[in-house]
């Protein structure tokens, strides 16, 4: 497959259950995984869930921000929000039910306007991470002891 792609991440246990994160190819100064469920406040980083709302939320802002960036068009502002809706499934364990999107574009030019409502026909068809998702990945794993 010619448009094939791969990305290696990797993760080094810091202490507890805080993870320091090597985006492999890619500089990313103190990113950290943090699934302690301590306060907020006292977290090193985001848990799981909040980086695959961050990952589907960003995805799909930069879809949409593409297709009308296609037609050289600029928005006044723009604003996004993810729900990530979580709980136990029939045998106890917690799971990700949903992620409820909200993208809030702002313009005030008719012709942006009408660019957008194209956008919204096509944009999430675009976005690799939601619709990966949605169909479900293959995760193969594989501990090493």
Not at 9 to 34: A, H, N, Q, R, T
Request: hydrophobic share 35%; proline share 2%.
């Amino acid at each position: 497959m010619a448009d094939e792609f791969k990305n290696v991440v990797k993760l080094k246990l810091e202490k507890d259950m805080i993870f320091s994160c090597d985006m492999g190819d890619m500089k990313v100064e103190e990113c950290y995984i943090d699934e302690t469920n301590v306060h907020e406040a006292d977290m090193w980083g985001p848990n799981p869930t909040r980086l695959l709302a961050s990952a589907v939320l960003g995805c799909l802002s930069a879809s949409f921000i593409f297709c009308l960036k296609k037609r050289d068009y600029n928005l006044d502002d723009f604003e996004a929000e993810a729900e990530l809706v979580g709980g136990r499934n029939e045998k106890g364990y917690l799971r990700v039910k949903e992620i409820n999107v909200k993208l809030n574009p702002k313009t005030d030019d008719e012709e942006i306007r009408r660019r957008m409502q194209k956008c919204l026909k096509i944009f999430e068809q675009y976005c690799t991470v939601t619709q990966s998702v949605r169909e479900g990945i293959k995760v193969n794993v594989n501990v090493e002891i």
